[in-house]
């Protein structure tokens, strides 16, 4: 007898399996290959009363995953909301953000950017700087101190299905600790001669929320990769972009050097932040 379960947790080849009576089960993916990721539904053949085999997937309505040219890592599935966790200390990239933010776009997810340790004076309006223009852009933003205080982002999480990202050391694992007692998530002391934190997080956990609604927490990431997406997924991605690829004289401009560019157009009228286009021009030239 078949039963449906959905992946709560993932270990590379094998996977922490919620049973519809809220029971536990370990399962493993038929053949060599694992298509499966934390927050799928999929359908599974107990082979014991601990184990199980998984068949395959139910429909998702999103998939979330990052690629080179080599291979694809699948990061979560059937998230509604990616939520992209920076902090004043240690430094952000820019480009890495970018490219979750077009990620997200691809797969209609909504987005939440949280500025996390605030507490750090220091480096906190430089930090608001690099995030204002994509405020502007209408991405919520919202700041706090996860050691202290994580309530401003209790009403966004509620009856959502959000996915954490971000680089190392911006504080994934204590805001899950903040926001679900017990979880114990490892934490560590960041790196200061690397100005990078060290990977805590090796594998995805999906958490049920006391306020309603999951919490993903994902592995820290140091890139980002889009080698799945097109040139026209990717530009699509910027949401300052879409008002102006219409008026393009090209169908295929690349927006580079072909006369009669609005999206160049935009940008020498700042409609367009030059830092966005620039970041734009290095994703769509790897674009497949």
């Known amino acids: ?64 995953y990052r690629s080179d040219a080599f291979r694809q890592k699948l990061i979560v599935a059937n998230a509604t909301q990616l939520v992209l966790v920076v902090a004043t200390d240690p430094s952000f990239s820019d480009e890495l953000l970018t490219r979750a933010l077009v990620a997200a776009e691809t797969e209609g997810l909504r987005t939440l950017l949280v500025l996390n340790k605030i507490d750090l004076i220091e480096h906190l309006e430089t930090a608001r700087k690099r995030l204002d223009n994509l405020a502007q852009l209408g991405y919520p933003l919202i700041e706090l101190c996860a050691r202290s205080n994580v309530e401003p982002l209790l009403p966004y999480l509620a009856g959502e299905c959000s996915v954490l990202v971000g680089q190392s050391g911006m504080g994934k694992s204590t805001l899950i600790n903040a926001l679900i007692p017990g979880a114990n998530a490892a934490t560590r002391e960041i790196s200061a001669a690397l100005d990078s934190g060290k990977h805590t997080t090796t594998h995805a956990r999906l958490y049920r929320l006391a306020q309603g609604g999951t919490l993903i927490d994902s592995p820290g990431l140091q890139e980002f990769g889009l080698a799945h997406l097109s040139r026209g ?42 830092r966005r286009y620039e970041l734009f021009l290095r994703l769509g030239a790897a674009a497949c």
């Open 233 to 274: 997924s990717i530009e699509q991605g910027f949401l300052e972009f879409r008002p102006h690829l219409p008026n393009c004289r090209f169908r295929d401009c690349h927006h580079r050097s072909e006369p009669g560019c609005a999206i160049k157009s935009a940008v020498a009228a700042e409609l367009i932040d030059q």
């Open 1 to 64: 007898m078949n039963n449906e379960g959905l992946i709560v947790a993932a270990f590379g080849r094998h996977y922490e399996i919620e049973l519809p009576d809220h029971g536990r089960i370990t399962g493993y993916p038929l053949g060599k290959k694992s298509p499966y990721a934390c927050g799928d539904r999929v359908v599974l053949q107990q082979s014991s009363a601990d184990q199980a085999q998984i068949l395959r997937h139910l429909p998702r309505t999103s998939l979330l």
